[in-house]
């Protein structure tokens, strides 16, 4: 059984088919239909809901998209969705500011934003604004085709304005105790939400065809894009020791279940530029679920992670029935979609090395959409400069080639070189030696190889000029002036790094 | 007797509230914020709703050999199948021309295309056993090309030209001649709630039909052709939709017609709603254009004749592309004046999805043409473009130019014949270059540019001049509905359909404008086809241009037989009554008012046995066009806007950034200026959108590989310019004799769009002193504008 608050009430759901999704259940069995579908993929925004998870004895609640989470996800969480939100015809701030900036026209997506800036508005101190950069983040995964989104922005920006009062029936429901295993089951299968790993490796041994499930932003994809049928789906995103995130002298520890979202912080501290990455991956939604094991595992060539992670010489542990190892990432995938995982195995946890002052990391992505796209290309380099050479070079690259990979031709163009444009120039020449990448959807091929030469070009430039401005989605201002940018191609006569 | 009267009213004495010219919210908003605005989808299902797919075919062009839909009957859940055979009545539903069958009978034409329809208990259930089926083909050679379709000539309708003089002498006479040719492609509208419709068999055997359409009366028609039953059998409601952007104009009806036809068999309720995926691979989209140009000129930049060739990727049915490719003609001068020019139009057939309406119906292809040829023109003569669109503007005369008599020449007759009566651009732009800082802004960025070693900045100013009225002369035309209750509530039904625009609300703006009263007591209902019939499309941005007049006539109705009333009843004539201020005022022959709470005396009326109901309709005047010829005057009035652009390029990726957009737009009188500007922001981003972000991209074969949100990217949230002004044309009432002298906005600023496209452009540009005009097909993704950026430095190298 699994058990639930859904705008205050505990519900409990024991007869129900595995494969679920939350927006499915809202709307066919709850005839909660003030949200929406727009894509059924989690790139809209329309189906958003608030998930709340009991911390500390505090509920803390995210925006997700109900489209692409499964029900066995929610055991033991609080839901809330648009049509809790008033207080009888007292409109919530998110509300009332949508009205009176009419950000809506057609309606259909305005439910999701309402969510997303609700959100927003309930985890931001009452005596704090929000930055146009926190406006465009809580919002990023929110297509809106009508209003062009200048209405949207400006009621976020108003929003504490209004009073608000708090409903604490739908916020702060008393806590529920957690039912064994969360299992629910029909005449299709069966589902679990598993609490500790004891109970996942238990479940995992009786059911090695169960499909683990964390953030479920691919796994839900099957069941919505392709129409195939989960039968047996065991979620790991309530298990407490696979969420942790630690450091010590030499580590930094993610685990296997932590979100996109918690590994904010640390990434922040610790890799600014892997952090920013995150800000392109997906959107809020999509990061409050999915997880950075689960971009592991998936294994997808255009996963954002890996080639980072790869490039910052990780490690990942892996967990199941015979124990417990740790391999190098960069040995975890050995073809298209196929990795070393086996059967009943899991990702425990993701380790980086601390970085070395003298260690550069850049990391790039290159898509149509700045916000909530998929790669075209992910650069990610490491290196180490002293004395103006480059002593050291880890590369990481994703949309080059079936698996996420390092390019070895280029790492060997730049290792003992001096610190210049020119060498990262020569060393993109190599591109076309380590990688032969397709033509598909999201770029040629040739453009592929042509931007992975650009942007090593920058990668210098950048190292070179650290105070300038040098990606355009990073501007924010219309007042760039010829001072911010990068002036010249060649400036390491006089500044070597 | 039941009380009548709200007390309440009385105390309404004071100017009433949300009147034309007003700032009202849109008539729905609190409700969509609270998730209770109910969409087809959203409606209570019925018992017995049954669910449906379509097994679409799996080639771009093939004959269908066999077919063994035996899985599919067997899968869980499915009740029904049904093929062509199973269709009572007419099979083709294309809206204008033939072409568009329900289900396919033998021949596919686009991958995708509906061949079987099934009805079971779940939606998932339908979905899953779609995929079941086993048909045998017979593959066809496709055509998938505008290329090809123009080498093979390969048309769904026959070519058709526009002539003003004598283009080719003109050519031959210029001091300078160029050319260019482009490419742009289509656009998924992407409205966020797909299409869908739910249908109830009736006890009469008709047929009650929910739908998210631009078009009831047309659903209604094609309804009640494929089950063979007389039209006033079959009620179409729409009471919203979630976006439409055209993509409901036609699109819409299909789905009807095939949950109608599983009802028809069934008896049972039938819901149709698509997925995204369905819904980009089986419906229309924005016609891709294969465009080219040939333009002389003088010294100054000044057209001497143009010679320019549109032609428009139909996909595999004429659907409305007649009409859109003829807009696209249209709108090839955008806002020029051309003197002498040839401009040809073709219907390219391909086998893919048949292209559709979409939010300007050709016209934005027509113009951004016009915009190339203009940056061209500039960058040949080493010329700001905006200063060789200033010159070239309607209306604006030169003295060197003359007519064969000596006067100067007006230059204000387009290539179709019809003048530009009022000459709106020439003012409206230098407000815009004065507000936008046009000129310091163009010396800062060549600075930056000049001291930036890789981020390039671009500016543009482009205008649009877009012709309002439907080409087609009977769709301009619509009737309203109104009553008025005893309360004094009023009730405003019209044909015109809301899909987020605003349309009910500047219709119950006008009701209450007509009568002086609240707009709180004026309610809207759904559009329905039982209420006013004979509908045209929402469509061509005529919505409230055509139903506001007509809620207007039905409003001017009723208050003939109250003011005849009022006047017999206070002894005084008909123009002594008035109405303000939500009250009935009669002066008497002694100059006493009388004035009465508008309840009040609704409910004197009532017991005078006064008719408190109305309908009225309304027709354009002055529009002519005669096709043969391809001269008249299609347009009652033109509206206009400008906006400028300003981008920053990353030339070392391709990717860049809108930063800044001022615009300014001509709607005349604004019924709503709130309305308003909201159509023009969200306008400028869906043009922007089209032709940078939002690639559609197909394979070799004919498959729609961008067939998803995560694939099709529209703008997101930070895609909006940081920096964004958007402002209404102040004090210019329409010439016309429009709703209040307003002017359409629903489609006009999509064109300014093309601002940031040419802003990008001019970006790349600059790498070789604003000397080059690099080509850039649309959409330009990063990927395109690196490949200008390639084209640019290698013209760098040879020069
Ligand atoms: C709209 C949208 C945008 C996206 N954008 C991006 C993007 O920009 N960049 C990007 O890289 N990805 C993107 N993704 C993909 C996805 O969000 C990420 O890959 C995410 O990290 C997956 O994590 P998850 O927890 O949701 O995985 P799930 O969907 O739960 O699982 C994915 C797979 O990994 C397995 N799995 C999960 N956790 C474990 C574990 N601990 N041990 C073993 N196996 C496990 C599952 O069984 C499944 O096969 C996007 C997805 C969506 C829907
Ligand atoms: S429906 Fe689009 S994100 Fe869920
Ligand atoms: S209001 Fe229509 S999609 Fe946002």
Redesign the interface.
């Known amino acids: 059984m699994i058990t639930f608050f859904l705008n205050g009430q505990e519900v409990s759901e024991h007869n129900i088919q595995p494969d679920m999704t939350v927006l499915r259940y809202l709307?066919t069995r709850q005839?909660?239909?003030?949200?929406?579908?727009?894509?059924?993929?989690g790139?809209?925004g329309?189906c958003s809901v608030l998930a709340g998870e009991m911390h500390n004895g505090e509920w803390h609640y995210r925006a997700i998209n109900s489209c692409i989470t499964f029900l066995a996800q929610i055991d033991g969480k609080s839901l809330i969705?648009?049509?809790a939100?008033?207080n009888g015809s007292e409109?919530h701030p998110?509300?009332?500011a949508?009205?009176?900036k009419?950000?809506?026209?057609?309606?259909?997506?305005?439910?999701g934003i309402?969510m997303s800036l609700t959100a927003l508005f309930e985890n931001t101190p009452s005596d704090k604004t929000f930055t146009?950069h926190e406006?465009?983040d809580a919002?990023?995964g929110?297509?809106?085709?009508?209003?062009?989104?200048?209405?949207?922005?400006d009621a976020a920006k108003s929003m504490k304005s209004y009073p608000g009062k708090v409903k604490a029936e739908i916020w702060t429901p008393s806590s529920t105790s957690p039912s064994n295993k969360g299992e629910t089951s029909n005449e299709e299968g069966q589902s679990w939400s598993a609490r500790t790993e004891s109970e996942l490796k238990e479940i995992l041994a009786h059911h090695p065809d169960a499909r683990i499930v964390a953030g479920a932003t691919d796994l839900a994809l099957e069941v919505t894009?392709m129409?195939r049928?989960i039968n047996k789906l065991v979620a790991i995103n309530q298990i407490d020791s696979l969420k942790t995130i630690s450091e010590d002298a030499n580590y930094i520890t993610i685990g296997g279940a932590a979100s996109l979202t918690d590994c904010e912080k640390v990434l922040e501290a610790h890799f600014p530029e892997f952090a920013q990455l995150l800000e392109r991956f997906a959107?809020r939604q999509v990061r409050n679920n999915g997880t950075m094991g689960g971009n592991i595992a998936n294994a997808s060539p255009i996963g954002d992670a890996p080639p980072v992670l790869i490039a910052l010489n990780a490690d990942i542990e892996i967990a199941g029935a015979n124990g417990n190892r740790w391999i190098p990432l960069d040995t975890f995938y050995l073809d298209y979609k196929k990795t070393l995982l086996q059967t009943g195995e899991y990702i425990r946890a993701i380790r980086i090395p601390r970085r070395e002052a003298c260690e550069h990391l850049k990391v790039?992505k290159?898509?149509?959409?700045?916000?909530?796209?998929?790669s075209?290309v992910l650069l990610a380099i490491k290196v180490k400069v002293q004395g103006g050479q480059i002593t050291a070079v880890r590369t990481g690259f994703g949309g080059m080639a079936a698996i996420p990979k390092a390019g070895a031709a280029i790492e060997a163009a730049l290792i003992n070189q001096p610190m210049t444009v020119e060498t990262f120039r020569k060393a993109g020449e190599k591109a076309s030696e380590d990688f032969q990448p397709f033509s598909?959807?999201?770029?040629?091929a040739g453009?592929r190889i042509?931007?992975t030469q650009?942007?090593l070009?920058?990668a210098a430039?950048e190292i070179l000029n650290p105070e300038s401005?040098?990606?355009?989605?990073q501007?924010?201002?219309?007042t760039?002036?010829?001072?911010d940018?990068?002036?010249?191609?060649d400036p390491q006569e006089n500044n070597n790094a | 007797m039941r009380k009548l009267i709200d007390v309440e009213d009385n105390k309404r004495m004071r100017p009433a509230k949300g009147k034309t010219g007003e700032s009202m919210k849109h008539e729905s908003a609190a409700k969509q914020v609270a998730g209770t605005a109910v969409y087809v989808d959203d409606m209570p299902e019925l018992p017995n709703t049954l669910h449906v797919a379509v097994g679409g075919s799996q080639y771009a062009h093939a004959f269908i050999k066999s077919m063994d839909l035996s899985a599919v009957e067997k899968a869980p859940g499915v009740v029904k199948i049904i093929t062509v055979k199973d269709v009572p009545g007419h099979t083709d539903i294309g809206p204008v021309f033939p072409g568009d069958p329900v289900l396919v009978e033998s021949e596919c034409e686009y991958i995708g295309q509906p061949i079987f329809a099934i009805a079971a208990e779940t939606h998932e259930q339908a979905k899953a056993a779609v995929g079941l089926a086993q048909i045998q083909y017979k593959e066809l050679e496709p055509t998938l090309t505008v290329d090809k379709a123009m080498k093979d000539q390969f048309f769904v309708r026959p070519t058709h030209s526009h002539q003003r003089g004598d283009a080719d002498k003109a050519l031959s006479d210029s001091e300078h001649v160029i050319s260019a040719d482009f490419y742009v492609k289509g656009q998924e509208h992407f409205y966020l709630e797909g299409q869908i419709s739910t249908v109830v068999p009736t006890e009469d055997g008709g047929m009650d039909v929910f739908t998210s359409s631009q078009h009831p009366t047309e659903v209604q028609k094609l309804v009640a052709e494929v089950l063979d039953i007389s039209i006033n059998k079959v009620n179409v409601e729409v009471r919203r939709m979630g976006g439409g952007f055209g993509g409901k104009e036609t699109q819409a009806a299909p789905l009807a017609c095939i949950a109608s036809l599983l009802a028809h068999h069934t008896k049972r309720p039938v819901k149709y709603r698509m997925s995204r995926g369905d819904d980009m691979i089986m419906t229309g989209k924005r016609h891709a254009f294969q465009n080219d140009y040939k333009v002389g000129f003088n010294e100054q930049g000044l057209i001497q004749g143009a010679v320019i060739n549109v032609a428009g990727q139909c996909g595999n049915s004429p659907d409305l592309s007649d009409a859109i490719v003829d807009r696209a003609m249209f709108h090839s001068d955008n806002a020029y004046y051309l003197n002498n020019a040839t401009i040809t139009g073709y219907r390219c057939k391909t086998h893919t999805v048949s292209a559709t309406a979409y939010r300007g119906f050709g016209g934005p292809q027509g113009v951004i043409t016009a915009e190339l040829m203009m940056d061209d023109i500039a960058r040949h003569l080493g010329e700001d473009p905006l200063t060789i669109r200033k010159r070239n503007l309607y209306g604006v005369k030169h003295d060197s130019m003359r007519l064969e008599d000596g006067s100067i020449d007006p230059r204000n007759e387009t290539h179709y014949g019809q003048t530009v009566e009022q000459e709106v651009l020439p003012e409206l732009i230098s407000q815009l270059e004065e507000s936008s800082e046009y000129w310091k802004r163009r010396e800062e960025i060549k600075q930056f540019n000049a001291n930036s070693a890789f981020l390039k900045k671009g500016l543009a100013l482009t205008p649009v001049k877009f012709g309002i009225s439907f080409t087609v002369q009977f769709l301009n035309q619509a009737g309203a509905l109104v009553h008025v209750y005893t309360d004094g509530s009023i009730q405003v039904n019209h044909g015109g359909t809301e899909m987020g625009q605003g349309l009910y609300v500047k219709v119950a703006q006008v009701v209450a404008n007509e009568f002086q009263v609240d707009l709180d007591t004026i309610q809207v209902t759904a559009t329905r086809t039982d209420k006013v019939s004979n509908t045209s499309p929402t469509a061509a941005s005529s919505g409230s241009d055509l139903n506001g007049m007509a809620a207007r006539d039905a409003c001017l109705r009723i208050k003939a037989g109250m003011i005849k009333y009022a006047a017999e009843l206070h002894g005084t004539s008909e123009d002594k009554i008035r109405f303000e201020s939500n009250h009935v005022v009669a002066v008497k022959a002694d100059g006493e008012e009388v004035w009465t709470p508008f309840a009040e005396f609704t409910q004197n009326a009532y017991m005078a046995r006064v008719p408190l109901f109305s309908s009225g309709h309304y027709q354009t005047p002055k529009i002519h066009y005669d096709r043969n010829t391809g001269k008249g005057r299609p347009f009652y009035y033109f509206a206009n806007g400008a906006s400028v652009s300003e981008v920053i390029v990353d030339t070392l990726t391709g990717e860049y950034k809108v930063t800044r957009v001022d615009i300014l737009q001509d709607v005349g009188a604004s019924l709503n200026p709130a309305i308003d500007i909201g159509q023009i922001e969200g306008a400028y981003i869906q043009g922007m959108g089209w032709l940078t972000t939002e690639d559609l991209v197909w394979s070799d074969n004919g498959r729609l590989l961008s067939n998803g949100p995560a694939t099709y990217k529209i703008p997101a949230v930070g895609d909006t310019p940081i920096d964004f002004r958007v402002k209404l044309m102040e004090q210019l009432p329409n010439k016309e004799e429009t709703i209040y002298r307003s002017k359409a906005v629903g489609e006009p600023p999509f064109m300014l769009g093309i601002s940031a496209w040419s802003a990008l452009r001019d970006a790349v540009s600059s790498m070789a002193e604003y000397k080059f005009s690099p080509p850039m097909n649309a959409p330009a993704t990063p990927e395109c504008v690196l490949n200008a950026v390639n084209e640019t430095r290698k013209h760098i190298a040879n020069s």
Not at chain 1, 34 to 41: F, H, I, N, V
Not at chain 1, 102 to 111: D, I, K
Not at chain 1, 485 to 489: I, K, Q
């Open positions: 709307r005839s909660l239909t003030g949200t929406k579908e727009g894509c059924g993929s790139d809209c329309a969705t648009v049509e939100l008033a409109l998110a509300q009332q949508m009205v009176d009419h950000g809506s026209q057609c309606g259909f997506c305005t439910p309402i146009l406006i465009y919002l990023s929110n297509l809106c085709r009508c209003t062009g989104y200048k209405p949207i922005i894009q129409n049928r959107a790039y290159i898509s149509k959409r700045i916000e909530d796209d998929i075209a598909d959807v999201r770029a040629t453009y042509q931007v650009g942007l070009e920058k430039l401005v040098s990606r355009v989605e501007i924010f201002t219309t760039l002036s010829a001072k940018v990068v002036n010249t191609y």
